[in-house]
């Protein structure tokens, strides 16, 4: 399978925790992107990481990338009760235009 | 911020029947995707359009499934003969560009059930 896989698949933790979700992938990628997605709505893109970078920081997002081990890790820090959604890490193959989806991870931050 | 829409919200069909899902992309976007989501299962891609036609498709997206885009600002998901395993969410979304380095913007998408 071309998809990835989000490590752990449901996170649960108190409002101004740290959260960090990982992700392994299989293929060759052009870049890597994480969205979110609140239950029953549509996916938000959250932030984009080049093949050829190893960490950007977005607000309170900060992703990191390792081709050489085929993974990625969202953290988010400072959480709120708003951040409660699923995460995806999606990425883009070498030369495709679509995006493959991993399982993501089901976050939930308790006020 | 300009965003994708997708109507209708749910759609409930009878199987065998015909079925068009609608999305307005973003205006001056120039390709168009469309995704679903079985429940509980990972989002899987379809196909994407760009000037007008097909530029690629997934397995998923046989005989069945077409797409057009009627007018300037419209595009659609026809799916011609409705099985029970087409029940899903179907998510449609537009990049300014190739995905390579633009992201992708979804719409909240449309829950297809099929009876």
């Known amino acids: 399978s071309q998809q990835g896989e989000e490590d752990p698949q449901a996170l649960s933790i108190q409002e101004g925790e740290n959260a960090t979700m990982n992700c392994s992938y299989k293929t060759s990628i052009n870049n890597l992107q994480w969205y979110r997605q609140n239950s029953g709505r549509g996916l938000v893109h959250l932030i984009l990481?080049?093949?050829?970078?190893r960490e950007k920081h977005s607000g309170r997002l900060r992703v990191t990338l390792d081709t050489s081990k085929k993974s990625s890790s969202l953290l988010i820090t400072a959480s709120r009760a708003a951040d409660t959604a699923s995460y995806f890490c999606?990425?883009?193959?070498?030369?495709?235009?679509?995006?493959?989806f991993g399982t993501g991870t089901r976050l939930t931050v308790i006020p | 911020e300009p965003e994708v829409t997708q109507t209708p919200s749910h759609q409930v069909t009878q199987m065998g029947q015909e079925v068009i899902l609608r999305c307005v992309p973003i205006?001056?976007?120039?390709?168009f995707y469309w995704y679903r989501q079985i429940l509980g299962q990972k989002v899987e891609f379809l196909v994407s359009f760009y000037n007008n036609e097909i530029s690629e498709k997934s397995e998923i997206f046989d005989d069945q499934f077409s797409v057009e885009r009627p007018d300037g600002s419209n595009f659609t998901l026809k799916i011609r003969s409705t099985k029970l395993e087409d029940s899903a969410m179907y998510f449609c979304?537009?990049?300014?560009?190739?995905?390579?380095?633009?992201?992708?913007?979804f719409g909240d998408g449309t829950r297809l059930s099929i009876l």
């Open positions: 205006s001056n976007h120039l390709y």
């Open positions: 979304a537009s990049s300014e560009s190739r995905v390579s380095n633009q992201p992708q913007h």
């Open positions: 999606v990425h883009l193959d070498t030369g495709a235009n679509n995006l493959f």
């Open positions: 990481i080049r093949s050829n970078e």
